[in-house]
């Protein structure tokens, strides 16, 4: 059943609802479509080509309906200022409902990008009042975000300052989350110095919540020195636990990766005390790994020395986290980072649990570190990063091309995966809760 239009140009009302948009089934909708749209439809697949003057007086009623929002929006990429300015002050009455629309607010969008700057400011006027609602619906937000891309910074603040107040519960909404995220990427500091404040006392808890590990990701990306430290500050009290959540384990991730080397190596210190506990944690071996592939050929040295010097009970590190089903992967990473002298050290260690341990049933977990010592080289290992596979603790899906994504950012994800089986290990180990 095509989706279809749910706007007419004599019901539709300026209001805002955190509910999706009705749906009516077919034969109602159909009765409502005047006749151009139905037209329009109905020719969407033959040869006729329509102008955007082709619509004028149904821009609105177009904007609702799944085939003429995506017309509109492709037409508005190259219309000239004249048949903007028509299109635009028929959707200007309507435009809250607009931005809450499924379809309607891509027509929005597309004139945050190609409006002329006094479009783009009585758009966000319009907005003005209504920027928590609309921060936290499904499509508002993605209204929110563009306009923040586009308009002037005395109006970016005007916008962001609703939010005050309303913070932790952005942060922790699935669509409010990736308008802070937003906020914090293009909006000046001194407009946003209230959701720094907001996180003050609160990091442990928002980099354990499936939508706060983002936020705290963006901060430690965009935000000032002092912001940061203060930040970091908390991150450093609760590393510990952090490193074993499964959503506090990528902002640990993320300062391995682009964090101060103080402050990555007060982590990889953390790592290389607890690391057999580590290497076997569904999450924490993500850290570990990011740890050997971003730290100095020092640290990556005190790393195989805990994992090759035998325990007071004469048990081998080695051999433990070789049979492991997250600790193999540890010793795979370290065998593609490990370069000459260091990586003969550990493989003279290796060579002789394989013998071992190919007696019992560890087959796929020794295969995958069998191949990387006789059949390739450091320089030529591969990432195991797989891309995401979970929606739990990842970013919204990539956009379809007539469509805008909900947030542009990333979220650190983990590394695993060279087969069928080791990719279902890292479904494993992103689930629970992705961005």
Do not use: W
């Not at 009516?24 to 006729?48: A, G, M, P, Q, W």
């Not at 970016?156 to 309303?166: F, I, N, S, T, W």
């Not at 293009?186 to 990091?203: D, M, S």
């Amino acid at each position: 059943m095509p989706v279809d239009s749910h706007f007419s140009n004599s019901t539709l009302a300026p209001l805002i609802s955190n509910q999706q948009p009705r749906r009516h089934d077919d034969s109602f909708t159909h009765s409502l479509r005047s006749v151009l749209l139905e037209e329009f439809r109905s020719n969407s697949k033959s040869n006729k080509r329509y102008e955007l003057k082709d619509i004028y007086t149904h821009v609105v009623e177009f904007s609702g309906d799944q085939h003429g929002s995506r017309f509109i929006q492709q037409k508005l990429e190259t219309a000239n200022s004249d048949e903007k300015e028509i299109v635009f002050n028929e959707i200007r009455t309507n435009c809250l409902q607009l931005m809450t629309d499924v379809f309607g607010n891509y027509v929005i969008q597309k004139f945050f990008e190609h409006g002329n700057q006094v479009q783009k400011s009585i758009l966000a006027k319009e907005m003005q009042g209504h920027v928590l609602t609309l921060s936290l619906q499904m499509y508002g937000c993605r209204v929110v975000q563009k306009a923040l891309e586009h308009i002037l910074v005395d109006q970016q603040a005007a916008l962001v300052k609703e939010l005050d107040g309303h913070v932790l519960k952005c942060v922790k909404d699935q669509n409010g989350n990736h308008v802070v995220q937003k906020a914090i990427e293009r909006v000046p500091a001194e407009h946003i110095q209230f959701i720094i404040k907001a996180f003050t006392g609160q990091v442990h808890n928002l980099a354990t919540h499936p939508y706060g590990c983002r936020v705290i990701q963006r901060m430690l990306e965009h935000c000032d020195e002092t912001a940061q430290a203060s930040l970091l500050a908390e991150l450093h009290v609760c590393t510990y636990t952090l490193v074993q959540d499964q959503y506090g384990n990528y902002v640990t991730q993320h300062v391995i990766e682009h964090g101060k080397p103080e402050d990555r190596a007060k982590i990889i210190q953390l790592v290389t005390t607890q690391l057999l506990h580590f290497s076997k944690h569904k999450f924490a071996s993500n850290v570990v790994e990011k740890s050997i592939a971003h730290g100095t050929d020092e640290q990556r040295r005190e790393i195989v020395k805990v994992i090759t010097t035998a325990r007071q009970d004469g048990s081998s590190p080695l051999q433990v986290l070789m049979r492991d089903q997250y600790g193999n992967y540890v010793i795979q990473k370290l065998l593609m980072q490990l370069k000459d002298k260091d990586r003969e050290i550990l493989v003279d260690q290796i060579k002789p649990q394989l013998q071992q341990l190919k007696k019992y049933h560890y087959g796929k977990q020794i295969n995958a570190i069998e191949k990387l010592i006789y059949n390739s080289s450091p320089s030529q290992s591969q990432s195991t990063t797989p891309p995401p596979t979970t929606k739990s603790n990842t970013p919204p899906p990539t956009k379809p091309a007539n469509q805008a994504a909900k947030s542009s950012t990333t979220a650190v994800t983990p590394s695993k995966a060279h087969s069928k089986e080791n990719a279902a290990k890292t479904v494993g180990k992103q689930d629970g809760s992705s961005v």
